[in-house]
């Protein structure tokens, strides 16, 4: 059993906001391994990670799988969990001092590989800090969190598009299976900025839900992007977690405090 309880500013429970909720196959990545600097690997991204859900990290560039990336374990990636997380009935504070500082000058991808594939219901949420320009000059751009299904498609569940021109930057949701795409409402982004950003999968109904917090993680900043991908097989089996960079500009994204679980609680964290 896992258990979620807010906590306030100091970081004891608030009984006004308390939130407990049981959840079962837990996966939390914090990222507190290696040094400030160290280039990302596969070693490094499983020892900052404790997962009930079996699998696999590995690193990968236009779908080479690289012995370590460009990434770096970032201490200027560190942030702190809106809520207490309980994993396994032991407190997750993550008072450490590291996350990941993404390189965005060249495509890469760190995956993480589930040995089983098939979750009717899988919510989770993450921290992204997002420093690239409204207008770059290199045209579009995207940042994102995908699942990969187990047949080739690639569904992702969180894009932020910066297009070329001076086009409005924004996050939304977005799937491409059995060579259908679809996108969710644009929800309007003003970079650099850090968003609490949590997404829920409804295998039952093949929909993708995300939503947007501010920097305290306990703000909605924007209304749901929903986008339903079709009531197809295909669509309801994913093997793979991702989250990386497409298209390039010299600047440092960060990722921090992955958080997913599979009875389907969103968002993750309710404020």
């Avoid at 993450?126 to 770059?136: D, F, G, S």
Wanted: aromatic letters at 12%; glycine letters at 10%; charged letters at 10%.
């Amino acid at each position: 059993m896992v258990v979620l309880t807010a906590a306030n500013a100091s970081g004891s429970s608030a009984a006004s906001n308390s939130i407990i909720v049981n959840i079962t196959g837990q996966f939390y990545a914090n990222f507190e391994a290696g040094n400030n600097g160290d280039f990302i690997t596969a070693a490094l991204l499983t020892t900052g990670t404790q997962s009930q859900l079996a699998g696999a990290w590995r690193i990968t560039s236009n779908s080479v799988i690289l012995a370590a990336g460009l990434s770096k374990v970032a201490t200027a990636g560190q942030l702190t969990l809106p809520y207490r997380l309980f994993y396994n009935s032991a407190a997750q504070s993550d008072t450490g001092t590291r996350g990941i500082g993404l390189d965005l000058s060249v495509g890469e991808l760190h995956e993480f590989i589930f040995s089983t594939a098939g979750y009717p219901l899988l919510s989770g949420g993450c921290w992204y800090v997002n420093n690239l320009t409204n207008t770059p000059n290199n045209g579009a751009q995207w940042d994102l969190i995908r699942f990969n299904d187990g047949f080739g498609q690639n569904t992702t569940v969180v894009q932020f598009f910066n297009g070329s021109g001076g086009q409005t930057s924004f996050f939304r949701a977005h799937s491409a299976s059995n060579s259908v795409t679809q996108f969710g409402a644009q929800l309007l982004s003003n970079p650099p900025s850090t968003n609490w950003i949590t997404w829920l999968w409804d295998g039952a109904n093949s929909r993708w839900t995300i939503a947007i917090y501010d920097s305290t993680g306990t703000n909605q900043v924007s209304t749901n992007s929903f986008v339903g991908i079709g009531l197809n097989s295909v669509a309801k089996s994913f093997d793979i977690l991702a989250y990386g960079h497409t298209i390039y500009e010299a600047r440092t994204n960060y990722y921090d405090n992955f958080v997913l679980n599979t009875n389907g609680v969103f968002p993750l964290y309710p404020p």
